[in-house]
C-alpha cells in the first residue's frame, strides 16, 4: 500500500510539473495531492463545509461554501472540520498562465496580491455556475483537444473575474507615485521570499539593505518610502513576515530549531531563540508545545 501511495505521489508531481496545471474533485484528493511544491503553484479551491483556514498570521473560521485563493508566497494551512467536505481545487504555476496575454488580471487582482482577500463566500447561485466551470476544466485535461491548455486557461480567468464583481471596488486601488510604487515592490517581493519548503534553501533577504540592493535603490530611500505609505518602517515589516514564517514552520513541520533557525537566515540558533522571544515573548521550544 506505502509502494503504491509513493507511486501516486510521483506520478501526481510529475505531470502537474510538466503540464503546470491540475484540477480535481476534492473527493478523488489523496495524499500525493499535499505533497506538491506549494512553492510553485497557486491554488483556487472551491468547498462545501466546515473548516478552518490558517492565512500568513491569521486565522479565517469558515461555514457553507467559500471559493479560496491560495498565494504560493503567503503561508497557509487548512483544516477540514466536516465529517462530509466536497468541492473542486486547481493548481496552476504562474507560468501556465503567463502564456495567456491576459494573465495580468493573476498579480492586481485582490485575491493573489499582498494584503488581499483569499477567501470569498459564495451563494448557492454562484456555487452551481462555478461548479460547471471546474467541471469543464477536469474534463478538458483529459481531452486531446489541441488547444485545451488556452481554454483552462480562460475558464481560470473567468473564475478571477466572477469573483472581481463580488469584492469591494476599493480593493483595485493601485499606487499612484513613485514612493507608493516602490513599497509596494518592496512588500511583494518580501512576500516571494516565503515560504520557506527547505533547510537546504534558506532565505536571503532578511534586512533593509538586502531588500534595497535587490531593488538597486538607496536603503534610505527604502525606509522613507516605506515608511511613508505603511507608517511602518522596513525593519518592522521584515521582521514581523520573518516571525510569521517562524511560526509557521514551528506549528506545521518537524524541522528542529536548529533547522529553522537556518533556514530563516540566522547563523545560530541561539540568534533565532533570543530573535522568536525578543517578538513574540516566549521561546520557539515553548511555543511549538503550546501550538502544536
Known sequence: ??????????????????????????????????????????????????????????????????????????????????????????????????????SESLHQSPFFKIGGTPVLHISEEQRLFLNTLFQKMIEEQKSDYAYKDELIRSYIQLIIHESLKLQPSENHNEPKNGTARIASVFLELLERQFPIESADNPLTMSTAKDYAENLNIHVNYLNRAVKEITGRSTTSHI??????????????????????????????????????????????????????
Open 1 to 102: 500500500m506505502k509502494e503504491k501511495t509513493v507511486r501516486s505521489v510521483s506520478e501526481f508531481n510529475n505531470e502537474l510539473k510538466l503540464k503546470g496545471f491540475k484540477a480535481f474533485q476534492i473527493e478523488d484528493d489523496s495524499h500525493a495531492t499535499r505533497i506538491y511544491s506549494r512553492k510553485d503553484f497557486f491554488k483556487i479551491c472551491l468547498t462545501t463545509g466546515h473548516s478552518k483556514i490558517h492565512y500568513a498570521d491569521k486565522s479565517f473560521d469558515q461555514h457553507g461554501t467559500i471559493l479560496f485563493f491560495g498565494n504560493p508566497h503567503i503561508p497557509y494551512s487548512w483544516e477540514t472540520i466536516s465529517t462530509q467536505y466536497t468541492g473542486y481545487t486547481i493548481l496552476f504555476s504562474e507560468e501556465f498562465l503567463k502564456q495567456s496575454d491576459r
Open 239 to 292: 521582521t514581523e513576515r520573518i516571525t510569521t514564517e517562524a511560526k509557521a514552520l514551528l506549528q506545521h513541520t518537524d524541522w528542529n530549531i536548529a533547522e529553522i533557525a537556518y533556514a530563516l537566515g540566522f547563523e545560530y540558533p541561539t540568534y533565532f531563540n533570543n530573535f522568536f522571544k525578543k517578538h513574540t515573548n516566549t521561546n520557539p521550544k515553548s511555543f511549538r508545545e503550546t501550538e502544536v
